[in-house]
């Protein structure tokens, strides 16, 4: 078992709920902290911190989305994206602005992969965007690692006790994107139609995609 990942344990602990409830945390009075003195210091000016956080914002799930879509019904992609997610993702014209690597982990009918960051929110943001609140907090980055099966529980997501669950950590240098399981019915789905029903939580690993709705073309 590496470094970076975690098997699911039969613990049993009181939890706290997942909840996006917590002050401010260390890392991020230490971001601010770090971003004025970069600031007094003269190494970046307001305005390239500014441009900065704007390229994060344009980044959001619909990229990672696509991802998912087009290694469903693109069987050589699909290869190569497990191979090296990083260049897969060039591919499609989606840009990294720093030197993370990213390790795409592929759900199947035996394992489930769940995805944390243990220390801080280390996360895939040029293909998901900004986290969601509750992948910083403490008790999802606590319980994720030792009943990762309750806390997807929580999240409405019953696996199998005969399916193996993979909780693989993040770090700063690495980060991870569930390739989640293709639904039924989706069989006459175009790849747009596909990236419709591929959501953020999905490929994070708390939730599976849905069949489409009664209505849609299958």
């Not at 990229?63 to 897969?88: E, H, S």
């Not at 592929?106 to 900004?130: A, D, F, M, Q």
Request: include cysteine.
């Amino acid at each position: 078992m590496s470094e970076h990942e975690h098997h699911d344990h039969a613990y049993d602990h009181d939890h706290a709920p997942i909840v996006a409830s917590e002050a401010p945390g260390y890392y991020d009075v230490m971001e601010t902290a770090f971003q004025e003195l970069m600031i007094e210091k003269g190494y970046f000016t307001a305005g390239e911190i500014r441009r900065q956080i704007e390229v994060l914002d344009s980044r959001n799930p619909a990229l990672g989305a696509k991802v998912v879509a087009r290694a469903w019904t693109d069987p050589d992609f699909k290869t190569r994206l497990l191979q090296n997610g990083r260049t897969a993702c060039e591919e499609l014209g989606i840009t990294f602005y720093d030197e993370t690597q990213l390790i795409v982990l592929e759900n199947t009918p035996k394992v489930h992969n769940l995805i944390v960051c243990t220390l801080c929110s280390c996360y895939p943001r040029p293909v998901l965007g900004l986290p969601p609140d509750w992948y910083k907090l403490k008790p999802y980055r606590a319980r994720a690692v030792y009943e990762p099966r309750k806390v997807l529980e929580e999240f409405g997501t019953n696996i199998s006790d005969d399916v193996e669950i993979r909780v693989s950590d993040s770090t700063a240098i690495q980060r991870y994107l569930v390739l989640p399981m293709r639904p039924a019915g989706t069989v006459g789905l175009d790849e747009e139609q596909l990236a419709a029903l591929v959501t953020r939580d999905a490929m994070i690993g708390v939730i599976q995609v849905q069949p489409p709705s009664q209505g849609v073309a299958a």
